[in-house]
């Protein structure tokens, strides 16, 4: 018998976790290995953040074994887990804006002067901070404010924080969403190194590229289940993945359309520009026209869409709804003109939680019911159409009159905010992000709505940062690239790798 | 292009508002009456203020958390009636730590309800500052109460040629200065103030650290008491009524976010200055006294929509720019 073979860093087995009568775990198994990247993917439901969840000691495992370095290891709070060597970076970051980049880094042990007094040692926490802060080649002064850095630096700061102690385990939930491509190759660049530093990496995300990019190995949940495990990542390809995902290939997600007819455009927009945020934007939307606005985070995109609407003014140029040129800033000419804008962040600026699901469809929509001489609701008309509603959204409530909107899912709740904006019979419905954090099910049943809108000749601007998305449902996808449209395409001439240039700025025509 | 449309002039402007509403205060009282912007009575109200300041300090600390505290006025009546009960050779020190003792109690009471049973800030210091008044009534059978000779002495006593009153508030801005930023507690209550649940999954032990914001804030209206009380030598039942508006209305005057997270020390010191001038210069144009509370209510007004007005404009001047240039 040989000596015994070194464990790996982190091993998991026959994990399952099960939330009431539902089996969101059925028995994983894998490891995570010192000094690999570990990429772990699947759709939102496939049991991917419960698996962290576990792992992170937010909540307790049913049945299953876990170790760390050979060690059972089962963390009862997140603290345990970070304690035994666990660092875990969720997606939404948490640096603390009013502290200094020090304060940030050593938030939960502060040195301090005397160990049973609660002064801080200055000089020595900036000191470890400079030793810290150089191993992710962030060069800042470590008593700056934390708020003076971009997102790529907020994020590597968050990564300098993991790496204090005896970091074995560094989990990155979705780290390169808000980073542009420059910030990556950065981050991508510290990763390596924590490899070379024999650090396991568990890296989460839903860019496929950036999986295939980074990883070792592979694995993808789909369903509780392991659909895919793989040691040789570099072998395989995104539609490999997405296989292994969604059980069917890309192009089923998306409802068949017929191309609309070209007729006078619903929207017009002529050389629209904002100082510092747009310049010089020119297009315009037809009647059943889904046009898709893609770009990096932080193109232009999203701003676009709120100066349309009229969530943000413009200084130059014109937004002709029907022949009705809107006001800069001016959301109610928007609504008059029948236009519907679903946020990027529903919860923020769509939602009403505890408003139950029939008050929240109802809320555009509640004017035009306002039939009565003192302006008094007519509530039966208003509650068929709520009814008609939520049938239409495929609304899987069971009772929406009494049922609150927080109890919704992800997807069911952002049916909600569509089928609200649907009550005011939108000419052009411009969505931002509309199926950001939706799991693969609801995705296809706002897509098939999409599709149904465009028949019905509803035109529709769609903001999306999943190409797939915008490459299965768009007619025309305009490339924004630093507030300008870089480039745009029409349905024939799609081809993923000539947007993904546009976006990056290094257009055909340049 | 002018200075104004430079966004960093105008960020710096919009930042020294405060500052800047105390210059035009007491030059308007200054041109209204001569004598307003002399010396004394500028080292006169900085002086006055001294008790705001030290209560308004503590409020910021419970405001930045996204709390408020409203016993603070009981919490001073309720330290001014015990003082006043100590026998007549109390020194100064005992005092001051009596008055501490009291307001840190009330306050550690607040923040065990708060944070053990976790019912809102806003109840919980309703109810008591009810209970804290009637606890001073109770035990001051509502007759005016006196402080020892020694702590009505301090009130007058000048170290350095400063007044006590303004040395007190100097330690204590000194103490909250440092509490804020060389301090594990301070530096966990900026964190919990620009986002408690980001703090709680960073491990900062929020419970604790809130329940701390509110017994100083309590031991600092415990201190507010003492000194106001060693310059009005005597407490009467309505000692320190409506002082928690005050130093509300001071925190916020000077900056300090109702809903948390934003502020700065300076805030409530400059907040305080800000209403002590207003009430010093009404007295000193001989205004009717009943015009008081509708001046200082209107100040405070117009200082809440400057600050909407600045925030707004700090937003439009902090908004990402995709362009360069």
Redesign the interface.
Known sequence: MSADPIPPRLSVRGLTKSFGSTRVLQGIDFDAVAGRVLALAGENGSGKSTTLNILTGVLPRDQGEVRLDGQPFYPRT??DS?FAGLRYI?Q?L?I????SIA?NLF??E?P?AVRSL???A?RRMHERSQVLLEQVDLTVDPHASAGTLSMGERQLLEIARALQGDARVLILDEPTTSLTEHEIRRLFAIIDRLRARDVAVLFVSHNLEHVLELADDVVVLRDGEITLKNHDAKRLTTHDLVLAMVGHSIEAQFPSRVPPKSRPPVLQVIGLSE?????GIDFSVAPGEIVGLAGLM???RS?LARTIFGLEPHRQGEVIVEGRRLRSGDVRAGLAARVAFLTEDRRRDGLFLDATVADNLALVAISGFATTPLGCINRVPLAAAVATVGRRVKLNSANVDTTPVRRLSGGNQQKVVIGRWLLSQPKLFILDEPTRGIDAGAKEDIYRLFAGLSAAGVALLIVSSELEELLGLCDRILVMH??RIATSFARSEFERSAILRAAFGQAESA | MSGLSSPKTAKALLRGAPLVLVALVWLGFGSAARPFLTLATLTDILVQSSWLTVLALGMSFVLLTGGVDLSVGSAMYLAAVTVGMEPAATPVGLGIATALAVGALLGACNGWFITRLKLPAFVVTLSTLFIARGLGLLLSSTRIVYPSPAVAQLGRTTVLGVLAPAWIALIAIGCAWGIQN????G??V??I???AE??R????PVPAVTWGVYIFCGALAGLASLILLSETAAASSAYGQNAEFLAIAAAVLGGTSLFG?RGTLSAPIMGAILITSVQNGLAMVNANPYVYPVITGAIIFIAAVIDSGRLTLMKRLE???????
């Open positions: 997140p603290r970070s969720q939404e948490n603390f804006p009013n502290l304060e938030l939960v502060l301090r609660p002064f801080i200055r100082p510092g945020v747009l310049e932080g193109s232009g701003e630093r507030g | 060389r301090t594990s507690f530096i966990y900026r964190a103030g620009a986002d980001g703090a999954r960073a491990g900062v997270g908004r990402r720019r995709i362009l360069a240039g």
